[in-house]
């Protein structure tokens, strides 16, 4: 079955450090370009990183410079998304997505959630 | 940055009607735009991309229009599980820009 599933959600206190990962499963992970999205409990869709194909290019949204990395490994069909100095607004779902061309996401995740709170 | 205007913020409508929604961008988006479903408690699911192309398996009552700046997304017969929040989402330029959302329900 082609999928991709998220982990590595959870309670994390301001100022604090998680890693979510991605698993890919069912299609050529090694082909796309993969994405983080994020979305605040009951609020929009905010794009938040990409990385190539081959990990060498990333791109990320000025919320989350310099405080998040992305990055993957292709043997193991994952991506991951390290983020760190985190703040109550970082609080939502995040979901990792594929890129079929250009940014266009034909396939998500279920998401994970992420609560930062003291 | 392209920022991405999406109106209404949400409507009502009957079972069977027409139902329409817009999105502008900031600045010609090449048609580089995308629709996206998003129904409670799941992970949003693309209909639309290159502003009119149905991904596929998409029911052909869902359709995409416009070009430039100014887009529209049209329901041509709503039906009962099509209740959702639509996104516009444009991939012209970094950072990618999604709308605010449309919520829809049945009236």
């Known amino acids: 079955e082609v999928q991709l599933v998220e982990s590595g959600g959870g309670w994390v206190e301001p100022g604090g450090s998680l890693r979510l990962s991605c698993a890919a499963s069912?299609?050529?992970?090694?082909?796309?370009?993969m994405n983080w999205v994020r979305q605040a409990p009951g609020k929009g869709l905010e794009w938040l990183s990409c990385?190539?194909?081959?990990?060498?290019?990333?791109y990320y949204a000025d919320s989350v410079k310099g405080r998040f990395t992305i990055s993957r490994d292709n043997a193991n069909n994952s991506v991951y998304l390290q983020m760190s100095s985190l703040r109550a607004e970082d609080t939502a779902f995040y979901y990792c997505?594929?890129?079929?061309?250009?940014?266009?996401?034909?396939?998500w995740g279920q998401g994970t959630l992420v609560t930062v709170s003291s | 940055d392209i920022q991405m205007t999406q109106s209404p913020s949400s409507l009502s409508a009957s079972v069977g009607d027409r139902v329409t929604i817009t999105c502008q961008a900031s600045?010609?988006?090449?048609?580089?735009l995308n629709w996206y479903q998003q129904k409670p408690g799941k992970a949003p699911k693309l209909l639309i991309y290159?502003?009119?192309n149905l991904e596929t398996g998409v029911p052909s009552r869902f359709s995409g229009s416009g070009s430039g700046r100014d887009f529209t997304f049209t329901i041509s017969s709503l039906q009962p599980e099509d209740i959702a929040t639509y996104y516009c989402?444009?991939?012209?330029?970094?950072?990618?820009?999604f709308g605010q959302g449309t919520k829809v329900d049945i009236k």
């Open positions: 989402q444009q991939y012209d330029n970094l950072p990618w820009k």
């Open positions: 997505a594929r890129d079929l061309v250009g940014a266009v996401f034909d396939l």
């Open positions: 290159d502003a009119s």
């Open positions: 069912g299609f050529t992970f090694s082909s796309y370009e």
């Open positions: 600045q010609d988006t090449n048609n580089n």
């Open positions: 990385i190539n194909s081959r990990g060498t290019t990333t």
